[in-house]
């Protein structure tokens, strides 16, 4: 257990409709990132937040947005859901803005779009 | 797209096996990763090796990281079957920036698989 918390679990949506998943940090942590990992692929980095502001994208369109709360939780946003967004979505959190350390996992959010 | 590779892409040995797996990268790192994932679960975080650093060890594990072929191993030494699951690299590229990363790049990962 890495102490690092998502909700929810699973979620079915429909093309075009909008989702929020949430993520809480292992405690002292204060930096939070986003991957997406479609099936038989590895997980592909969406964005950071350290102490609430962006701190790195990935190759990911605007309508992947975010925010980190001031007890460094997070939320990620997808906007007009394509088809191809159906994945295993992570979240991970370190200390330090960076990764020179170690991340650490939370258990995914399985999101399905039809 | 992935910028790390992962060979073999599976694996499938006998329990008491040694098992390696081989990842690549393309670009300078701060450091090199590996991770485990069960069944599409999330990530478990195995090692850290630093960029200068040639070899650790963790239990069963030994990781080797070559900078000058842009290449690292990980062996897992006497398999058991709860071995079995997906081993992902990934690696945190050099900000030319701050000179720190802020992302980490994943290879395509090895699936192995340790039979009784």
Known sequence: ?114 | SQQGEEDPQALSIQEGENATMNCSYKTSINNLQWYRQNSGRGLVHLILIRSNEREKHSGRLRVTLDTSKKSSSLLITASRAADTASYFCAHSSINILTGGGNKLTFGTGTQLKVEL
Request: hydrophobic share 25%.
């Open chain 1, 1 to 114: 257990e890495t102490g690092v918390t998502q909700s929810p679990t699973h979620l079915i949506k429909t093309r075009g409709q909008q989702v929020t998943l949430r993520c809480s940090s292992q405690s002292g942590h204060n930096t939070v990132s986003w991957y997406q990992q479609a099936l038989g692929q590895g997980p592909q980095f969406i964005f950071q937040y350290y102490r609430e502001e962006e701190n790195g994208r990935g190759n990911f369109p605007p309508r992947f947005s975010g925010l980190q709360f001031p007890n460094y939780s997070s939320e990620l946003n997808v906007n007009a859901l394509e088809l191809d967004d159906s994945a295993l979505y992570l979240c991970a959190s370190s200390s330090g803005g960076g990764v020179t350390e170690t991340q650490y996992f939370g258990p995914g959010t399985r999101l399905l779009v039809l």
